[in-house]
């Protein structure tokens, strides 16, 4: 079904679909902002100034968004223009790009949070313009300002809940965790690029609840699941512990903490798992286990750790393709980026708009090249 309704929808308004050119996008160097700025076709008609702003701009994920919206935009008549700082921690920087569209008097705004409380003055100045507010991506998880109408984006407890239950129902891992107790212990590690973006956040929780209730169900189980790593997701276990779901979140989302993050957790003793939350861990566990080779299940240095991983890009696709990861969830930042503008306009002609899951599907090595999943994961 979640197949069938993906086509539908990617049939109906993506992809090409309505007959859309191909974006004629400009780029401006030398800024600082990473602007591309999407002319919309001429004609009588009022054209909407759309902007659209991301955690970071480079990004593959986001890149891709930016294809949707760009085929969104082309499809409706709408100026798009796209920004973004360089790296997600340059919190300060999105917060003033956020505060130039307001100044300037944009139609509607669409953003990916990097910090939703750096953003409260910029979003409350958007609420009082008359200027509304879309979230992609992660949104805009918090706001109090009003400014945020409405969401595209994946349900992200669904998806991290997808991970958990695939990864504990493979035979090999539970033949690990059944093997453990009190006294040795099986650890699942999770590595979260941050604890402040909602998407990974969310990713986490839905991890963490789908796993403790999976695992508690086996035999021998039931009340023995700690959970510990980060304040966030800490929950004791009622009896001494046999698994320990351990989280752990480096101290920026630079690739250098990323990878320092991985190879510290594939020094875990009695690792079973690891679930990376999002492409940038899932190329930290990659880059620590030698492009993933090293977790190849029948000869690998770590054969006997499940990995599984959500997005996509070229290592990722490759890793899950040799088996060397179990699987992936895949989101459709395409659909995010076009189904963000479709509300930004709705919202900008006055009409009511309301939260879309843009949906997120398990791939492994025997369904990666169907055309169903292949969309899905961007290199």
Same mark, same amino acid.
């Given at each position: 079904?979640?197949?069938?309704?993906?086509?539908?929808?990617?049939?109906?308004? &993506?992809?090409?679909?309505? $007959?859309?050119? #191909?974006?004629?996008?400009?780029?401006? #160097?030398?800024?600082?902002?990473?602007?591309?700025? =999407?002319?919309?076709?001429?004609?009588?008609?009022? *054209?909407?100034?759309?902007?659209?702003?991301?955690?970071?701009?480079?990004?593959?994920?986001?890149?891709?968004?930016?294809?949707? !919206?760009?085929?969104?935009?082309?499809?409706?008549?709408? =100026?798009?223009?796209?920004? $973004?700082?360089?790296?997600?921690?340059?919190?300060?920087?999105?917060?003033? =790009?956020?505060?130039?569209?307001?100044?300037?008097?944009?139609?509607?705004?669409?953003?990916?949070?990097?910090?939703?409380?750096?953003?409260?003055?910029?979003?409350? !100045? @958007?609420?009082?313009?008359?200027?509304?507010?879309?979230?992609?991506?992660? &949104?805009?998880?918090?706001?109090?300002?009003?400014?945020?109408?409405?969401? @595209?984006?994946?349900?992200?407890?669904?998806?991290?809940?997808?991970?958990?239950?695939?990864?504990?129902?493979?035979?090999?891992?539970?033949?690990?965790?059944?093997?453990?107790?009190?006294?040795?212990?099986?650890?699942?590690?999770?590595?979260? +690029?941050?604890?402040?973006?909602?998407?990974?956040?969310?990713?986490?929780?839905?991890?963490?609840?789908?796993?403790?209730?999976?695992?508690?169900?086996?035999?021998? =189980?039931?009340?023995?699941?700690?959970?510990?790593?980060?304040?966030?997701?800490?929950?004791?276990?009622?009896?001494?512990?046999?698994?320990?779901?351990?989280?752990?979140?480096?101290?920026?989302?630079?690739?250098?903490?990323?990878?320092?993050?991985?190879?510290? /957790?594939? #020094?875990?003793?009695?690792?079973?798992?690891?679930?990376?939350?999002?492409?940038?861990?899932?190329?930290?566990?990659?880059? !620590?286990?030698?492009? $993933?080779?090293?977790?190849?299940?029948?000869?690998?240095?770590?054969?006997? /750790?499940?990995? %599984?991983?959500?997005?996509?890009?070229?290592? +990722?696709?490759?890793?899950? !393709?040799?088996?060397?990861?179990?699987?992936? *969830?895949?989101?459709?930042?395409?659909?995010?980026?076009? +189904?963000?503008?479709?509300?930004?306009?709705?919202?900008?002609?006055? +009409?009511?708009?309301?939260?879309?899951?843009?949906?997120?599907?398990?791939?492994? %090595?025997?369904?990666?090249?169907? #055309?169903?999943?292949?969309?899905?994961?961007?290199?």
């Amino acid at each position: 079904m979640g197949f069938a309704m993906a086509g539908a929808m990617l049939s109906g308004c &993506g992809r090409g679909g309505g $007959g859309s050119q #191909e974006a004629p996008v400009s780029s401006t #160097e030398g800024t600082g902002e990473n602007e591309y700025t =999407l002319q919309a076709p001429s004609g009588d008609r009022t *054209v909407m100034d759309i902007r659209i702003i991301s955690k970071s701009i480079g990004n593959p994920f986001y890149e891709e968004a930016f294809k949707g !919206a760009y085929d969104a935009a082309n499809d409706m008549d709408v =100026l798009l223009t796209t920004y $973004g700082p360089a790296v997600e921690t340059e919190i300060e920087k999105q917060v003033e =790009l956020v505060r130039e569209a307001v100044d300037a008097d944009c139609d509607a705004i669409i953003l990916a949070a990097c910090d939703t409380a750096s953003l409260e003055e910029p979003l409350t !100045a @958007a609420r009082e313009a008359g200027i509304p507010v879309i979230g992609f991506d992660s &949104g805009v998880p918090g706001d109090e300002t009003g400014a945020v109408l409405a969401t @595209a984006a994946t349900d992200n407890v669904k998806a991290g809940a997808k991970a958990a239950d695939k990864m504990i129902a493979d035979p090999d891992f539970q033949k690990a965790v059944l093997g453990a107790d009190a006294g040795k212990p099986a650890v699942l590690a999770i590595l979260a +690029q941050d604890a402040t973006s909602g998407s990974i956040c969310e990713r986490v929780d839905g991890f963490v609840e789908e796993a403790i209730k999976e695992l508690e169900a086996l035999d021998g =189980l039931a009340g023995a699941v700690d959970v510990s790593g980060y304040e966030r997701w800490t929950q004791p276990s009622e009896s001494p512990a046999a698994v320990k779901i351990v989280i752990t979140v480096p101290p920026t989302s630079g690739e250098e903490d990323i990878l320092a993050a991985a190879e510290t /957790i594939f #020094e875990t003793k009695d690792l079973a798992g690891i679930f990376a939350a999002n492409q940038s861990a899932v190329n930290g566990i990659l880059a !620590a286990s030698d492009g $993933g080779k090293e977790l190849d299940r029948t000869n690998g240095r770590y054969k006997n /750790i499940i990995a %599984a991983g959500f997005d996509g890009g070229e290592a +990722q696709r490759e890793a899950v !393709a040799k088996g060397y990861l179990l699987g992936s *969830v895949a989101q459709d930042p395409y659909q995010m980026g076009y +189904q963000s503008v479709a509300l930004a306009l709705k919202a900008a002609q006055g +009409q009511p708009v309301a939260d879309i899951d843009t949906g997120s599907w398990w791939y492994d %090595a025997e369904n990666i090249d169907s #055309e169903d999943i292949s969309v899905l994961i961007y290199d």
